[in-house]
């Protein structure tokens, strides 16, 4: 029996919604009610409105969607699954399996299922990002719309366009209540990302009840005021008028579009629909028949995957997709013929690969007793290592003039409204969208950097967080690394950040000791393609070590080493980092005057030190000396491990104080005579 396009249609939505109450249901957790309200625009979106070839889920050229309520992960699983997206391989190139099986579906929430609670990137092919803390998705939307934007500015030639493709994200009361996604929100409308399109589910519910609760904005009102184009859809079922909604995005060619879309949780449920019933817990099995019932679906059966609806996807989707990706490829192909030298940067892009020759101008440099701050060498091997790779691109929340984070090497660039190639972001006062952002330009192959004073990744550590879930290898410039950012007091003055930020598992936190430790940091940073580096860097001088006299800085690559040795089983060992590790320097001449054995350890990141083998560490800290001292301005605490019990430590126990950053250090007992005296002790 044939069916009428219409039933199909409706068909295809009411399976995404059966499927996602099964799953639910039989998880016996997570959130049926969004996944049944937006059946339809993900339907949509994914059958008859995106440029998305299902079998090459890695397409550069492929529409993205973001789930930002990660919440309604069943809506996404569902219609991977139901649009037949293949699962890709180590090298991102499609495979014939599926991505997302009936089988991960019916196993959603459990140990080994790609369908995790909320949407994990690289979990499965299809997933453009992780979301679920509410705010992060839309603002990694913002990022891959700028970063289609520097795309098609550096790579499209007059004849060739490889880059024009859109972001689709949809979002719920959660995510535009986020300040992020303000944050986010005024920065796109700022650059007029016209390629990038929110969908906000308008529904009226919260977790605790109605929006009424505590939410009243009037949100076409606002998104207007941040530069945006507003359209209105009444009811998310009404499928027509999505269409004609994501028509009028495509019309709109100066400003981001925000469709407000009205829909009713819980769609179907009897009993359940538009009340708390359809949120964050399973409707019960009773109520999903009767669900199913109204759907015209059987009420018996569960993961149903009626006759006819993987072909309508195949038919739409897949048929509309496979056409879009072979016309892209053949661009390509002349791409890479007429343009070999842009194709092979490309090619990099979209292998997540450094180019060769990216380490080549990495400075070395000359012993210095006056030293630089390494904010100051940080923007020096920062600029040598992008001027090599043209796809690096970053910035910072307006403190790039501290922050050394500026590139300023000819044609670099910055990257302005209608003026999206250059190199040089300007993220305004946001942190944790620009953190968000950043993660969104990394996901699309681009090696991004963001940057502020460390103690504000306090605002930024959601995004950072979500950036080493995902392996994004990131990297975080952050000056003004401790009280000795001096004058500007406590509240500048970062104490617990390194602690903080060494705390989360797979970020690589790097704070070098000297100049040639900075280069030696990005070295190693650098070649962490799968995790993200955060560099914690000096407002204030530090002597460049004489290499001749201390060990070399490659040491670094290790992310602990000796910088100097004594004769012997040592009576002490002295650590440190950054702009404390010249006060352990000084402390070992003293110590050493007075006959004392003394090795100097430097630990510009610990994390890399822990991933050396036992007998690495055990070579630079020998269990049999337990006589350790480490100095660090900030709190003791990322330190016990590598002190041990019998350890001293010299650093910061509670906030710093306002004055010349000398006085404060001395105020706060932070210096060579306070480590020789802990030695001694
Ligand atoms: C940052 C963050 N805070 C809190 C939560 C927990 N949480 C999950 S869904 C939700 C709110 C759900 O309301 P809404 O965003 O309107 O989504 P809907 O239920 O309407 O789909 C909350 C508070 C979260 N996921 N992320
Ligand atoms: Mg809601």
Request: aromatic share 8%.
């Amino acid at each position: 029996m044939s069916v009428a396009s219409t039933d199909i249609q409706k068909l295809a939505v009411d399976t995404i919604r059966t499927l996602s109450m099964d799953a639910v249901q039989t998880a016996n957790s997570g959130h049926p009610g969004t996944p049944m309200a937006l059946a339809p625009i993900a339907y949509q979106l994914f059958n008859h409105e995106m440029n998305y070839d299902p079998s090459q889920p890695h397409w550069p050229g492929r529409d993205r969607f973001v789930l930002s309520c990660g919440h309604a992960s069943m809506l996404l699983y569902s219609t991977l699954y139901l649009a037949g997206v293949k699962a890709v391989d180590d090298a991102g190139n499609p495979t014939d399996k599926l991505s997302i099986t009936l089988e991960d579906i019916k196993n959603f929430r459990q140990i080994g299922s790609v369908c995790a609670g909320h949407p994990e990137y690289a979990e499965a092919a299809g997933i453009e990002t992780t979301t679920g803390p509410l705010g992060a998705g839309v603002s990694n939307s913002v990022g891959m719309a700028m970063a289609e934007k520097w795309l098609a500015a550096n790579y499209n030639t007059d004849d060739l366009t490889l880059f024009d493709y859109n972001v689709y994200a949809l979002c719920s009361d959660g995510d535009m209540m986020e300040g992020i996604a303000c944050e986010a929100a005024s920065i796109a409308g700022h650059l007029q990302l016209d390629n990038l399109c929110w969908l906000y589910d308008d529904n009226n519910i919260t977790i605790e009840g109605d929006t009424d609760l505590a939410f009243s904005e009037d949100m076409a009102t606002k998104f207007k005021g941040l530069g945006w184009n507003v359209v209105t859809v009444t009811d998310a079922n009404d499928r027509e008028a999505v269409s004609k909604a994501v028509a009028n995005f495509h019309a709109c060619t100066d400003k981001p579009t925000l469709i407000i879309v009205k829909s009713i949780i819980g769609y179907g449920a009897p009993h359940k629909q538009n009340t708390h019933g359809a949120h964050g817990a399973p409707l019960g099995w009773d109520e999903i028949a009767l669900a199913k019932e109204a759907y015209g679906l059987p009420a018996d059966k569960k993961f149903y995957v009626p006759d006819g609806v993987i072909e309508h996807f195949a038919d739409n989707l897949g048929k509309r997709g496979s056409e879009a990706f072979a016309k892209w490829s053949e661009v390509w192909s002349k791409y890479q013929s007429a343009h070999p030298a842009k194709a092979a940067e490309l090619k990099s892009v979209f292998a997540g690969e450094l180019p060769q020759g990216w380490d080549q101008d990495i400075p070395v440099f000359d012993a210095c007793e006056k030293g630089d701050a390494t904010r100051n060498s940080g923007g020096k091997v920062l600029n040598a290592i992008a001027k090599n790779v043209p796809f690096m691109i970053g910035g910072s929340a307006d403190l790039a003039p501290s922050n050394k984070s500026d590139l300023k090497f000819d044609g670099a660039g910055d990257f302005l409204t209608n003026h999206y190639g250059g190199r040089n972001l300007h993220f305004g006062i946001r942190e944790h969208a620009m953190a968000g952002i950043t993660n969104g330009l990394s996901l699309t192959g681009l090696k991004s950097y963001c940057a502020t004073f460390f103690v504000f990744t306090d605002y930024m550590r959601g995004a950072m967080r979500l950036a080493s879930i995902m392996h994004q290898p990131v990297i975080y410039i952050l000056t003004h690394d401790s009280i000795g950012v001096g004058e500007d007091g406590p509240t500048h003055q970062p104490v617990e950040h390194l602690t903080a930020c060494r705390s989360i598992p797979g970020l690589y936190v790097f704070r070098p000791g000297d100049a040639n430790e900075v280069s030696e940091c990005y070295r190693a940073a650098m070649g962490l393609t799968t995790h993200p580096s955060a560099f914690v860097l000096s407002r204030q001088n530090m002597p460049t070590l004489d290499r001749t006299k201390y060990n070399a800085a490659s040491g670094c690559a290790k992310g602990g080493y000796v910088l100097q040795d004594c004769d012997g089983t040592p009576d002490v060992i002295l650590m440190g980092s950054g702009s404390e590790l010249c006060m352990c320097v000084e402390a070992a001449d003293t110590l050493t005057a007075e006959g004392k054995k003394v090795r100097i350890v430097s630990m510009p990141c610990m994390d890399l030190f822990a991933d050396q083998s036992q007998a690495y560490r055990d070579e630079v800290l020998p269990p049999s000396v337990t006589n350790r001292v480490a100095i660090e301005a900030g709190i003791r605490m990322s330190w016990d491990r590598w002190i041990g019990s019998n350890g001293k430590f010299v650093g910061m126990s509670g906030f710093g104080a306002s004055g010349p950053f000398d006085q404060v250090y001395a105020h706060f007992g932070i210096n060579a005579e306070a480590v020789a005296k802990a030695a001694k002790a």
